[in-house]
């Protein structure tokens, strides 16, 4: 019933902005958080930024600070992640996460995710 679909990824050089999209069907997630995540070959899911809809108090990994942004619209149901001066390091499936978490940075306390949108940069 719930379903999380990603939009917005590509190729981008290094340096270059990208801007990803999530729009959650199904289910509202106001008094939650929904968050973005990354994997890349070979390694484990990784925490990228969360947002808690109710506070609007939003988390980053060290990785990313002051390069991305995420923000959401709540009418919408829909969720962003600006990024900007990209590295070929960002390169990963960028996964959107929805659910009640209580430490918004760990993977197993979301409860449902999208399929994933590939984000490639090049050097």
């Known amino acids: 019933q719930v379903q999380l679909v990603e939009s917005g990824g590509g190729l981008v050089q290094a340096g270059g902005s990208l801007r990803l999209s999530c729009a959650a069907a199904?289910?509202?997630?106001?008094?939650?958080?929904m968050g973005w995540f990354r994997q890349a070959p070979g390694k484990e899911r990784e925490f990228v930024a969360a947002?808690?809809?109710?506070?609007?108090?939003?988390y980053y990994s060290d990785s990313v600070k002051g390069r991305f942004t995420i923000s959401g619209d709540n009418a919408k149901n829909t969720l962003y992640l600006q990024m900007n001066s990209v590295k070929p390091e960002d390169t990963a499936v960028y996964y959107c996460?929805?659910?009640?978490?209580?430490?918004?940075?760990?993977?197993?306390?979301?409860?449902?995710w999208g399929q994933g949108t590939q984000v490639t940069v090049s050097s």
């Open positions: 947002i808690r809809w109710n506070s609007g108090r939003t």
């Open positions: 996460a929805a659910g009640y978490p209580v430490a918004v940075t760990v993977v197993s306390n979301y409860n449902y």
């Open positions: 199904g289910r509202t997630f106001g008094s939650g958080a």
